[in-house]
């Protein structure tokens, strides 16, 4: 976002922020990037609510990259010269955010070129683009097409060859290029491991909505993936780096898509400052907790394992969630801390494949273009899948006091409502879709915690902390083991010990970390430091003006804006009304 852009947003009145034209207008530009995106990665747009993909399938044929690169330098082109012209300032806001996802995009291609050997895990990509359309909220009408996206992943549609066969020749292009990093072989045995759960879930989602006639593509495609496997086993793995560690550019960059804007250094300092503080904060909390429950351990870590000791199995977990929503929904309304809406949550516990696609509990988003009523959906894993039957189950969720923050962040107030919100006050696109990034998001999620924790009774009180302790963590655990600080060994130690996680949860972190989405974990800390810091300024601002319920509103209605640009519109249109009256 440049200055001029900035000051610019600060004369942006209430009226003007409430006038729908301008998201019109902005949508029109969002339409150059959506357009593209369709183009090379229909699953995604579809699942975004762009109509007329159903049957689409991902672009891997040969010179993608460039072929992607050189359509982004066409949209920022174009995207450079509106913005020019464009006189309405939050339009031209927009049209930043739309020109830095551009620049992105290319960047992204840039270094992946410079760094490294292409490789993709076909078989949860294939179940990720078929699950987009074989889904309780998607019309019985358009899942038929799945089918016809099957036949020509697998290639038994004219014209088109087995993404397997392409994924392949996309990685031999540059296998034994010298200098470039393969993946990281901790992640191709993970994908590895992973992959018959994939396979399994993609039959169990045709039987579950009754497609006619998968079983022949599904055969071909159980074949083709064991096929992609052994070209994977035999000459990726051997060209694996057990080093997992980015290079600091790589790395730099993926904290930055994240959403992250200050250096990791300076993050990783800020959350070892955070982590000392919330264990202080915990230790006289569990104290009480012991006392009220006559045990006679004391230690933060003693008081949750005994706490995790009463597990939910089996049909209790849905049924207790649920209550444990309408209770916060009650907090919700007696404290006046957000607007709720009028419908029910949505909760499932994930399936194998879902677990082995996204192992932690996470909120599906809602289509974000042309919803007609769908809403997000609360998934909640309970084991890790693992190699020939093998698993670890989680104990970190299902028992009653965790029940209390988990269902905060994931449902409400935290992303079931933040993603309603955009579709329900017809945010702009860009804002719902390319300003969206993890820090935006989690860091929306990790408040609504910090907001409901007063509430909690002291165990749902000392989990709260215990699940913000585990953010700290993660905010400097991430960047220094890509900075080699610590090795993966010590980091489990820190979240077994300090943050009592379970091996199943510590496991996953530590994935995550080091090859699923590096960077990406750190954005829940970083996020919620600047909603807090947001917080603080506008009530010590407004004093006895602040209304708490009135402001989280105001901040939903802004869409997935980044901490910067929310803080401008928080002044501009929050603060500076309310000191006027």
Known sequence: MSRGSLISMLAVSSALA????????????????????????????????????????????????????AAARADLETLRGRLRSEKDPLVRQDLEILIRSAEDSIRGAELAKKYSIPYSNIAQTIFSGLQGLLDDQVAASRRPAALVRLKRYTGLEKGYTPLTQLAERRTRERLFTPGLLGPAKAEVEKDLANSAAFVEGIGQLFQ??????????????????????????????????????????????????????????????????????????????????????????????????????????????????????????????????????????????????????????????????????????????????????????????????????????????????????????????????????????????????????????????????????????????????????????EARRVLLEDVVLSPAMTTQEVERYMFRSPGQATSYFYGFTRLSQLRAETEKELGAKFDQQKYHDFILSQGLLPPALLRKAVRADFIGPRLAL
Not at 36 to 56: I, K, Y
Not at 355 to 377: C, D, W, Y
Not at 391 to 415: I, K, M, N
């Open 18 to 69: 409430a006038d729908p034209g301008w998201v019109a207008k902005s949508n029109r530009n969002a339409q150059v990037l959506i357009a593209t995106g369709a183009r090379f990665f229909p699953e995604g747009a579809s699942r975004n609510g762009v109509t007329g993909l159903d049957e689409q399938i991902l672009d891997l044929k040969p010179e993608i990259s460039e072929r992607r690169v």
């Open 208 to 489: 579950k909505y009754d497609i006619a006639g998968y079983q022949e593509p599904y055969a071909r495609l159980t074949e083709q993936i064991a096929a992609y496997n052994d070209f994977v086993r035999k000459e990726v793995l051997p060209r694996s780096r057990v080093d997992f560690r980015l290079p600091a550019e790589l790395y730099d960059f993926s904290l930055r898509q994240y959403g992250v804007d200050i250096p990791a250094t300076e993050l990783a300092a800020m959350a070892h400052t955070a982590f000392d503080q919330i264990r202080e904060e915990m230790k006289p909390l569990a104290r009480r907790i012991a006392g009220e429950k006559g045990w006679n351990v004391t230690d933060y870590r003693d008081v949750i394992r005994e706490l995790k000791k009463d597990q939910l199995v089996g049909e209790q977990i849905l049924p207790h969630y649920h209550k444990r929503i309408a209770e916060i929904e009650d907090i919700i309304r007696r404290e006046r801390l957000v607007s709720l809406p009028n419908r029910a949550a949505r909760m499932i516990v994930a399936s194998p494949a879902e677990t082995a696609a996204q192992p932690a509990p996470h909120m599906k988003p809602p289509r974000l273009i042309g919803n007609t009523g769908e809403s997000g959906v609360f998934v909640l894993p309970l084991n890790i899948p693992g190699p020939a039957g093998a698993s670890q189950r989680y104990d970190d969720f299902t028992f009653a006091a965790a029940s209390w923050t988990l269902t905060c962040h994931e449902v409400r107030p935290g992303h079931e409502m933040q993603f309603a919100a955009m579709v329900e006050n017809g945010v702009s696109q860009a804002r719902a879709i390319f300003a969206f990034n993890s820090v935006n998001v989690e860091g929306w999620g990790l408040y609504s915690e910090f907001i409901m924790r007063p509430f909690m009774p002291l165990d749902g009180q000392l989990v709260s902390l215990q699940h913000r302790l585990m953010r700290a963590a993660r905010a400097f655990l991430d960047p220094e083991l890509h900075m080699g600080k610590i090795t993966p060994d």
